[in-house]
């Protein structure tokens, strides 16, 4: 008798079903760590994963997943189950309008939303607001008040600082500063500002190793505005359900890193160019007698794991894209008014700026590919869009007579003349949406995707142009691939007669 695919299928149902259901069984626990885009909450979340396997669970690790906000929401959602955070930024941004501070209060809130924190890790990483030492001497300014008498002055703060509920706005009003040339930029960038003098000041964490390799000084905070910033572990509350050996195992790094000690690790990472990885391993065996077992990845491995992951992203929104845009170009050339809709709607999303887009898609679809993949999908709309339906459109009439004439059916003439005849300009659109998507793409690191952006991420972090050459050089590379790829397709997908 034959098999058929329905008994086939059932057949491995049977067998692989038990074996996963047993494989479920005997399996150890996941736990799942994020970190920041910041050296020190990197190396954290290395010394989080050590101790995570050490305890005999596997760590998941989802490292540079960007600012306060996205890594909270990842773990009310589940999606991460620890991170480093530190006290001043939950009472303060994450708690923010709440009026809670001191360790007891936090950590009572946070319970309340099902999340625990550990007591400090052993040191604090306080904001501040630094200058070079030669400026502040020129200009006789040592504490953050002083900076009322220099209007002049250029401002650049990270990013999150900008926005922050404990940042700019309420510094600005705190100390009623008057500057106005103040610039949102990426944190590492903003070092090498104030060495490059572009900008006057910027704000600091207190363990940054740049603090003692630019010569920089910090203001008094004279009028008390920052909180006290503690470092501590944030995790889930059904993790001690879960893993309760691993909770056990993280508390013994509680009082266990030293100020120096976090400085020193920080400029090992930042100057010596030390894997994190190593760094974590090294303290981790130093301090808390955890036997490690650490493995490198050579440059070509992380080559061929990022080329994976880029083509990954690019590869599944593109076919999206196509299986979806081409019917609505389609639609939009035989149906004019709700054309304009259509070409309305996938331009309107084109205006929104990428990094956006990736934002919005976290709260919908967590982190990781899911929100990549979708706001890729999303940008890749209207090139094919507005092509196909050009390409249709600008089909000369007399040709549809002529198919008419000959009695086939509207599908038929489609299907037979008009999109083989719109072919080269469909292409066209898939190309350029292609070609897009490769470099979008890289932006995903910041959501945990992985791909060409993680070196590139990775290489400003750590100021290391190398890293960054690692995922640049790879996108622009892979873009030209792409852009061949699909010059090539002409030959196959485009009749001869239309071919250039």
């Excluded at 890749?380 to 007579?401: F, H, K, Y």
């Excluded at 400003?460 to 892979?478: E, K, T, Y």
């Amino acid at each position: 008798m034959k098999a058929t695919p329905a008994i086939v299928i059932g057949t491995l149902f049977a067998i692989l079903v038990p074996f996963q259901l047993f494989s479920a069984e005997v399996t150890a626990p996941e736990v799942k760590i994020g970190s920041k885009a910041f050296t020190e909450s990197v190396i954290l979340g290395d010394i989080v994963s050590l101790i995570v396997r050490d305890a005999g669970a596997i760590p998941v690790q989802r490292r540079e997943l960007g600012g306060t906000r996205v890594l909270w929401n990842a773990l009310l959602n589940g999606e991460i189950d620890i991170y480093p955070e530190y006290t001043g930024t939950v009472s303060e941004e994450i708690l923010a309008q709440k009026g809670i501070h001191g360790e007891a209060a936090i950590r009572q809130a946070l319970a309340e939303r099902g999340i625990m924190m550990t007591r400090s890790l052993g040191f604090s990483n306080n904001y501040a607001i630094g200058m070079k030492k030669e400026t502040c001497k020129k200009m006789q300014v040592h504490k953050i008040s002083d900076l009322r008498g220099h209007p002049e002055l250029r401002l650049g703060f990270s990013n999150e600082f900008m926005d922050r509920a404990d940042g700019w706005p309420s510094l600005r009003n705190h100390y009623d500063l008057p500057q106005k040339q103040v610039y949102g930029m990426d944190h590492d960038l903003s070092y090498r500002g104030l060495e490059a003098g572009s900008i006057d000041a910027t704000d600091i964490y207190s363990t940054d190793a740049e603090i003692q390799y630019y010569d920089l000084c910090l203001l008094e905070d004279d009028l008390r505005h920052f909180s006290a910033y503690a470092a501590v572990l944030l995790y889930r509350k059904d993790l001690s359900e879960r893993a309760p050996k691993v909770v056990s195992e993280l508390s013994k790094l509680e009082g266990q890193i030293t100020e120096p000690a976090i400085i020193e690790m920080n400029a090992r990472a930042k100057f010596n160019k030390i894997p994190e990885g190593r760094i974590a391993a090294d303290f981790v065996t130093a301090k808390l007698s955890v036997a490690t077992r650490t493995r490198h990845d050579t440059a070509v491995d992380r080559f061929w794991r990022h080329t994976s992951e880029h083509l990954y992203l690019v590869a599944l929104s593109l076919v999206a894209a196509i299986l979806v845009s081409i019917p609505l170009g389609i639609v939009a050339a035989k149906r004019p008014r709700i054309g304009q809709v259509i070409l309305g709607f996938t331009g309107l999303i084109q205006t929104i700026p990428s990094l956006a887009l990736l934002v919005f898609m976290i709260p919908l679809l967590g982190i990781g590919g899911p929100p990549a993949i979708a706001a890729l999908f999303l940008y890749s709309l209207l090139p094919i869009v507005r092509n196909t339906c050009v390409g249709i459109r600008d089909i000369p009439s007399d040709i549809r007579e002529s198919a008419e004439a000959l009695g086939l059916p509207a599908r038929a003439i489609l299907r037979l003349v008009e999109l083989p005849m719109a072919s080269r300009t469909i292409l066209a659109g898939i190309k350029t949406s292609a070609v897009i998507n490769v470099g979008t793409a890289t932006l995903g690191a910041l959501v945990g995707a992985g791909g060409y952006g993680q070196p590139i991420l990775t290489g400003i972090r750590l100021d290391d142009i190398g890293l960054i050459m690692q995922g640049a050089i790879p996108s622009a590379a892979l873009a030209l691939l792409v852009q061949g790829f699909f010059e090539f397709a002409e030959r196959f997908f485009v009749p001869k007669g239309l071919q250039l």
